[in-house]
C-alpha cells in the first residue's frame, strides 16, 4: 500500500496529476 503514500505526496505538488496518473496505473500492473 506504499502507493497510497506516494499518490497524497504527489497531490500535493500542482501539476503532478500526470505523474499521480501513472503511478496508480504501476501499482495496478505490479
Do not use: F, L
Amino acid at each position: 500500500m506504499g502507493g497510497c503514500g506516494s499518490k497524497g505526496a504527489h497531490t500535493r505538488s500542482p501539476g503532478s496529476s500526470g505523474i499521480k496518473m501513472t503511478n496508480e496505473r504501476s501499482d495496478e500492473s505490479a
